[in-house]
Structure formats: C-alpha cells, structure tokens
C-alpha cells in the first residue's frame, strides 16, 4: 500500500507549470503535466515572434521541475468518476487530483469574412502560420490590426518598427484600461512610428474580405493582412466532459479554485471561473492562480481548509517596439494616473518578460518560493462577491 498521491496538471502555460513545479513541495506526491506542446510558450512574446525579433519559445527544461513528468499530448476528455482522462493518443492516466489550466486561444470571431481572411495571433502555431506570411508581403502594403487591448497595441507598434504601413482599428477606444494620460503617451508613441489609429464611435468591424477591412460607419480600409486580436475563447474541455461551466466556457470554482462538481480538480488560469467572477486573462492573473490552485491541493492532501484567491493587479505592460514601452500602474484593477513610459517603460516590459519565465523556473528549483498570490489586497473584489453573494445561485453538490 502507498500513500503517494497522483496530481495531474493539464495545460502546460504560465498556471499550469507553476502549479506543476509548486506541487513537488511534498515528497509523497507525483506530478504529471500534459501538453500539447513538447516546449514552453512564452505567450508575451508572440507579437515579437511574427516581427521576428524572438521565438517566443523555452525549453521545458528551462522552467519545470524535473520531478514533473512532461506527456506531450492533448486531453480529449475528463472522466471525474473514474478520476482519469483520455489523451487523444488514446491512452488514459489516473489521478487523485486535476488541475485543470488548458488557457486560452483566440476566440472564433463571428464578423463574416474574419475566419477565412484575418490572422488571429494568440497561439504559437497561430503566430508561426503568421510570420511567413507578414515576411513576404510587400513592403508598401497595408497592414491591419484589429483590436486595441495590450496585444493589438504591441502588435501594431511591432510590426509598424518592421517598417509597416499598419492601421489599428479600435472598434471604441485605444486601450480602454488605460489612463487618460497612459493612452495619450501610447497614442503619441503610435503615431512617432507611423501606426494609424482608427478610434471613436462605429469603428467596429463589420467585415474582412481578401483585401480589405470595413467598418460599422461605412469605410472601407484596405487591407493586404489582417491581424485579429479582438477577444480570447477558452478549450472546450469541460464542456466535453460534463464539468460545469461559464458562458464562455470556463470551469466554475469557489474561490479556492476548487471546481463546484468535484473537489478533486482544481482550476487555475484563463480557464477558471472563481465565483462567477473571472479574472482578466493575461499572464499577470495566471501565475498566481497557478500558485494559489497547487496550494489548495497541497492542503487538502494536508487535510486542511484551502484558502481563498487573492486576486491583486497592480498594473499593466505593455510593448510599444523594441524601443518604447509604458507600464500603467492601477489600484484595485483600475489605472491610475502614474505610468512609466518611453524607453524606461520597455525596460520595464522587458523585465517582465523575462521575469516571468524566472519566476517559474525559480519554483521549479526551489518549490514554495513564489509568494506574490499571497500579496495583501484584492478588497474591491470581496466587495463584488459581497454584493452579489445574496442572489448568486446554489453550489451544485460536489462529489469527494
């Protein structure tokens, strides 16, 4: 008889190999993560990989634990009564306990002509299906991106110092997190390399044909490539598996992470959805899930109370080149007048991304080291879940 206990990690990005590397804390547990993917995806960098200025690539070698055990294949279904999953290899592995952190992707982009004729960005294979085909396009031809969250914004400026002529359409405004004077100095940044933005009322996309990009006003812009960054969408991978989900998708926890089904998987990233309150996507919210979803495992084979998410932003980066940059500084989640911009600002951005991937690399050698998930804030979100706490529906019954 053994008393070792089997995690199983799905999902191999930011909150999937912090949750993998923190849970070899204890000696008596094994860990198993399962990718689709043999090597890591900085996601951050994806934008710098179609301008060609970095892989966005790491070795796995280079960020998990080598206690982890690395399966290189998807996850067709989760059996939660029989504790195991299907990979689509066809084989099976048990499990006592599932983190489920299968991420996100680019959402399917209702616009008629968006699927057949934009190029979405949000995953590598994405990205790299892009790279060849923004190397060969004409120099003088019209570049359109479409989106102006951190990821429109960083690929318009990315691919405008690529000497592009590039145009980014808002569909509203520039950067809606941002702080009136944030968005003056991204705008002003734009502007020195030549982006065009297309702001305001009526800006949306109402469809993409081969060579152009037309709005809900009635313009037409010309547009030899499309780049789509309007929105993410989630794996169907709960729905498949009869777990309980969110409108988009996501799997439904209590604010321990723990699904409402079964309190033997655990969610974390961009596919959970604590209390019917999700986080923002982005890696700033991942790696900290990733922490808080491998602590209340560890607890509850500690048999003790797993505590709640700790959900703090304290602001955003964003890219603007290789030359320029800004980071937003914010207080419960919204931006705040202060910002570090110019080339400061990308040395901040810089930091981070590599600071991201030392992050994860540092649990890996030293399991427990990471500790901003247990940072003091996150009072404007105990204050949503106060307010809502009396017409939220009932918890579905879980199973042990």
């Not at 065009?196 to 996309?205: L, N, Q, R």
């Not at 899930?289 to 491998?294: C, D, E, I, M, N």
């Not at 109370?305 to 959900?311: E, K, R, V």
Request: charged fraction near 20%.
């Amino acid at each position: 008889m053994t008393n070792n206990t089997e995690v199983v990690v799905i999902g191999g990005g930011y909150a999937g190999v912090m949750a993998a590397n923190r849970l070899t804390r204890r000696d008596d547990v094994t860990v198993t993560l399962i990718n689709p993917r043999p090597t890591f995806v900085n996601r951050i960098r994806l934008h710098q990989l179609v301008a060609g200025s970095d892989s966005a690539v790491v070795d796995y070698r280079e960020v998990l634990s080598e206690r982890v055990a690395l399966v290189a294949d998807s996850v067709a279904r989760i059996d939660s009564a029989g504790r195991s999953v299907t990979l689509a290899s066809g084989s099976t592995v048990g499990y006592d306990y599932l983190v489920y952190a299968v991420g996100s992707g680019s959402a399917d982009p209702a616009v008629p002509g968006a699927a057949e004729f934009a190029h979405p960005i949000a995953t590598l294979e994405e990205a790299e299906r892009l790279r060849p085909v923004f190397e060969t396009l004409p120099a003088t031809a019209a570049v359109t991106v479409v989106g102006a969250g951190p990821t429109g914004i960083e690929t318009a400026a990315e691919l405008a110092e690529a000497n592009r002529a590039v145009t980014l359409v808002c569909g509203g405004g520039l950067g809606p997190y941002l702080h009136p004077r944030g968005r003056r100095s991204v705008a002003k940044r734009l502007a020195g390399l030549g982006v065009t933005v297309v702001d305001g009322p009526d800006t949306t996309v109402t469809a993409v044909t081969r060579d152009a990009v037309r709005l809900a006003d009635g313009r037409e812009l010309p547009s030899a490539l499309t780049v789509w960054t309007a929105g993410f969408g989630v794996p169907d991978l709960a729905v498949r598996s009869g777990l309980s989900t969110d409108a988009l998708g996501r799997l439904r926890t209590d604010e321990t992470l723990t699904s409402v089904d079964d309190v033997r998987i655990v969610a974390a990233g961009d596919s959970a959805a604590p209390s019917g309150l999700p986080l923002r996507m982005s890696c700033q919210a991942a790696i900290p899930l990733g922490a808080r979803a491998a602590d209340t495992v560890l607890s509850r084979i500690a048999g003790k109370q797993p505590s709640p998410l700790n959900a703090v932003f304290a602001g955003q980066c964003i890219s603007l080149g290789r030359r320029d940059g800004i980071f937003q500084f914010a207080r419960n989640d919204v931006a705040v007048w202060f910002n570090i911009d110019g080339r400061p600002g990308a040395k901040l951005k810089e930091f981070v991304c590599k600071g991201v991937v030392k992050q994860l690399a540092g649990e890996g050698d030293k399991p427990g080291s990471y500790r901003l998930h247990l940072t003091p804030g996150g009072a404007q979100r105990q204050e949503l879940l106060r307010a809502g706490r009396d017409a939220a529906p009932a918890t579905a019954e879980r199973t042990a």
